[in-house]
């Protein structure tokens, strides 16, 4: 053994438990979209801002990997929140939350927004 071993035994490790917490997002932003959703449409900046720490990177994810440029991608992001907040109210509680939240985010027809930023 070298002693570079037992250092690249802890980035194996740290890289595990990385892929461990990202398998988990999915299921923690399910568990609470939908509530902040909720508040959103009462008003609610602070939950508009946790459900951006939640799903922001997947969303961004998503949207870099249909915009030809990241600045697009970025422009989308946000235009996805301000229509997740002027369209709170329209969210039906207990409906797929991330799903909802993705299709604003794609401009997808069935919330009668378009693809570009507003």
Known sequence: MTETEPGIRQEHADREQAQDAACL?????TAHADDLLVQIAHGSFKALAELYDLVAPLLL???????????????????AFVRIWRTAPAYSPGTAALDWIIDLAQGDRRTGTSGRAA
């Open 25 to 29: 997002v999915p299921g923690r932003a």
């Open 61 to 79: 994810a998503l949207l870099r990997s249909r915009r030809s440029t990241a600045d697009q991608a970025d422009d989308a992001l946000v235009g």
